[in-house]
């Protein structure tokens, strides 16, 4: 259920949060959906047979703790596939020195932004390369993973539930970073589909 609650309730920082959510959701055909004190939980955007679920969650770090925004969509896999997709940092380079080495691009503006992770070198090669989807993630500072959809998900769903993740630091409350974020999750269904590893249906009893 979407219901409109009053946005001084939230703090101004909130209230910028509410209206980016909103603002994305009446640009890209979606709705925000509230808790019953009016709080923004979800921003559900339609994408072909698919849902795209935005939301923000904290993880702890002990005495410290990340605030993230995600965008994540189930989708039923024709041939499983993880694949992780983060922005290049200096840690990387150190990683190497133990043997934790990327999926190798071929194409030297993807390997010298992108680091690449999969179990499918030659699907990660295809989703990326020359495509939207791996210019999205070469402007983008975000985190793309696609992996399997949790156990009590594949229990109803069946064991072919997958889901993409696409995630970013902080809680977004600019327009256009919301959407560019918005946006990668569809385009990483799109190539995902397009390569025969996601199927373009929708997902019944199982949500997110």
């Given at each position: 259920m979407t219901r409109r609650g009053p946005w001084w309730r939230f703090g101004a920082g909130d209230a910028r949060l509410v209206d980016t959510?909103?603002?994305v959701a009446g640009e890209l055909g979606g709705h925000v959906i509230v808790d019953r004190k009016d709080r923004p939980r979800f921003l559900h955007i339609p994408h072909r047979e698919w849902t795209l679920v935005t939301d923000t969650f904290t993880q702890s770090h002990g005495e410290t703790s990340s605030?993230?925004?995600r965008t994540r969509a189930l989708f039923h896999?024709?041939?499983p596939l993880k694949l992780t997709v983060t922005r290049r940092t200096p840690l990387?380079?150190?990683?190497r020195l133990v043997g934790y080495l990327p999926v190798p691009m071929g194409y030297q503006q993807l390997d010298r932004a992108l680091f690449v992770r999969s179990d499918r070198p030659e699907i990660a090669?295809?989703?990326l390369r020359g495509t939207a989807l791996g210019?999205?993630?070469m402007r983008d500072p975000s985190r793309l993973m696609v992996t399997q959809a949790e156990r009590k998900m594949r229990k109803t769903a069946g064991d072919g539930l997958s889901q993409v993740v696409v995630q970013r630091k902080g809680k977004i409350r600019?327009?256009?970073a919301l959407r560019a974020l918005v946006q990668t999750a569809a385009l990483a269904l799109d190539e995902l589909e397009?390569?025969?590893v996601a199927e373009d249906r929708p997902v019944v009893a199982a949500s997110l």
């Open positions: 959510w909103r603002r605030t993230f925004t896999g024709r041939q990387h380079a150190i990683g090669r295809a989703v210019q999205s993630m600019d327009v256009a397009r390569f025969g």
